[in-house]
Each structure stands twice: as C-alpha cells, then as structure tokens.
C-alpha cells in the first residue's frame, strides 16, 4: 500500500471519529436535565398551596455557587395571576341576620313587624248555654267577659296576632265593650246592640274615631254566615281570613300601637307554686281557673260543662294571665224587657291581677273612653304581666269571688357530697 493511500485512510477514520464523537455528545446533552434559569426560576409561592409553607431547595444549602435565584424580590418570582385569590376560594360572606322581630303590642310574644301592626278586631262572643262551646277563644289575644243582660255574660275577644279558624258565635254590642275595645280603635264585630251602643257606632265616633263598626246585619252573607246546627241567635259565625277583610272593607289600616301594658317573663318553674284557684260567678256561668305549674296557664273551666276546650282548634283554653275588676253595673233602663246593663268604667276600682301562679289585690284606672285600662298593684305600681295571653272577668260590686295560690314546693336537697348530703352552707356536715 502506497503512503499517500494509507494517508487517506488515517485521515477518512480520524474524520469519521470527530463526527461520532459530535453526535454522541448531542444525545447526552439532550438526556440531562436542562440548568436553563427559566426552569430553575420557581416562586415559593407557586410551588405550594396558598398559606402552606415552601419548600427551600436542596441546591441552596450547597458551598458552591448556587445558579438559583436569591430570596430578594425579582419581577421573575412575582406570584402568578393564576394562584391568585378568586371568588372560588373566598371566605363566605357572613351570614344574614335572621328577621327583624318585635313584641306584640297585646300579648308581649316576639312576632314580625307586620304582624305587630295588624289592626286589632274584638268581636262580641255570645256565652248563653245553647253558645257553648264557642270558637276562637284560644287564638284570642286578650278576652273580655263582663255581664250583659239580667247577669248573663258575655265575651269580647281581640285578636291581633291570632288567625282563628272559627270564631263565634257573634252577638250584641254593649256601650262599655265598645268603651274597652276603643283602647285599641278596634274593629268592633257584633250583631245588633242596645239602644245606647248603637246610637255611638252609627254616630262618626263608628267610623274610627273610637271604633270601627263592623255590623253583622249589614255584612253578614259576605264577611259573616249562618251555621245550621245550631238555633238563631247563637248561630253567627266568621274566621280570622274574614275577619281581616272585613277590617279593611270598614277602612281600619295597619297601626304602630304606643307602649301598652307591661310584660315580662315566665317565672323559673322551681319558683312557680303547685296548685291554686280563681273562681268567678256570674249569675248564668261560673268560671273556675286552675293554674297549672308545668305550663304557667291557668286552665279554664266553665259551669255544667267544666274544662273549658275551644271547638274551633279543639285546644284547652287557659291564659297566661287573669285579671278580675271590680265595677258598678246597674239596669240601663232602655225600655227594653232584656234587662240590658251599663256599667261606670271610667275611673278606678279594685281589681286582682294574677300571673306566674301568683295572684295581688291592687286597682284598675281607665282615665278616658279611648284611654288604656291600666292595672296597678298594692305598691302603687304598674304590674308585670306574662307574656301571653290574657282574661279579664269583670264583675259587679258585690261579688264574691274565691282566689287562693297555691304553694312554692321546696327545692329537693343536692346530691350527696363525699357521704354527706350538701345543705348549701346552712348546716355543719
């Protein structure tokens, strides 16, 4: 083989070395991971979840220069919108208060706003023998009963926060129920009346200057209906839908009531006397009140029929709170043969205030037709009711009624302490 041919060969293998050893160069470059500073820039923000700690690289503990960025703020480690805070993840708005709630002008209970200025409607209840069981009496705010003709009573109940289902049956008017319901420039819901009491509701007094008149012979067929189990008068009837409407229809609107009576409370159950009666006569009922510790009411029963339950919600009747007052009726001398009374109540007179198993002898005080009764104790102060519901038996002078409370039991003893029962400090162990 000639030189100059071994010379090209050692120059075509030395060529052929150069190129592998190129290539094979790229290929090991290309397989390890790149120290590029746009991979190696990783912002601690967005190497970990929001409010979690991050992670220091390894590389930083090193000796040797590290090609990662320093911990000073650079616009190449600004958080990136994408971790950014969003809606998705933002804390819950707080949670609305709930509805605005207010207490009731009559009963003192917490009830919505509407509800607190919803006109109050008192309606005439019949309470002969063949009127019973009536209807309504339990969804009553406040009730009246007071005579009305020759002793035998009569019912006027208010309702404001109450929606009965059925309320009756509907009788008469009185001037003196009118002069209670006035208190409230109620609408005044009755059949007919004596001479006296309709003279003043058909008069501009009965277009809401002291009551509305809501007259059944005018409305009845529309607002109030006949029942047939049951014989005329003792048959008129309406509920609390129509009793509304009816409302409206004579033009009473919606009110913001003043401060009314007080009210408090339920006494704690421990501090509530076992037992205790109230019984009122009338001449054609006699009504006994039983107070019952566990619900703080006192349980109504009326003469032959005894507990009294009302037959419209089928629920036992027995209010929060019972008031008797005392007050001058006489023969109102109408002409008429049904012995109609009036009665003087503007002014004071006597009056027992019972509530929380607790009953006091004080006064009652009406200074006005329109004017609040207002029902003071022996102190001289106005008393506390409970909130609920009330019952006022009015009675004429001369009547006796029967109130005896009963008694607090005493506080059972605590429960032993290291073999000796505890005496609260009264007694040496």
Known sequence: MSKSFAGLIAALTLGLGVIVGVAAGSMISAAQPSQSPAVALVSPSAA??????????????????????????????SPSPAVSPSPAVSPPPSASPGPTRVPDPLTGRLVSPAVARRHVVAVMIDDQFAARPQSGLSSASIVWQAPAEGG????????????????????????????????????YVHVGGSPQALALLRSSDGKGKVVYDADGFRWEGRYLWRIHTRLAPHNVY???????????????????????WKFGPEADRLKRPKGGTIIVPYLE?????????????????????????????????????VIVMVVSFGPLNDGSKKHRLEAKVIGRGTAWIATNGRTVKGTWRKKSLTGL???????????????GQTF?????????????DGKVPPLPPRPAVGGHVDTGGLLPS
């Open 152 to 187: 035998i009573p009569r019912y006027m109940a208010f309702f404001q926060e109450g929606n009965p289902k059925v309320v009756g049956p509907i009788r008469s008017s009185r001037y003196y129920f009118i002069a209670w319901a006035s208190e409230w420039h109620a609408t």
């Open 285 to 321: 009922n006699r009504i006994t009140y039983t107070y019952d510790r566990a619900t703080n009411r006192y349980l109504r029963s009326v003469s032959v029929e005894g507990k009294q339950v009302d037959a419209g919600s089928k629920t036992r009747i027995g209010p929060k709170n």
């Open 48 to 77: 970990a979840p929001s409010g979690q700690p991050s992670q220091t690289p390894a590389a930083s503990s090193s000796a040797e220069p590290s090609a990662l960025p320093t911990a000073s703020p650079s616009p190449a480690v």
């Open 392 to 404: 006022i038996q009015v009675i004429p002078v001369g009547t006796t009624i029967t109130i005896k």
């Open 238 to 260: 309406t509920d609390g839908k129509n009793l509304r409407a009816l409302a409206k229809r004579v033009g009473a609107k919606d009110v913001t009531y003043k401060a009314t």
């Open 373 to 387: 009764t207002r029902f003071y104790g022996p102190n001289g102060k106005e008393v506390t009711l409970t909130v």
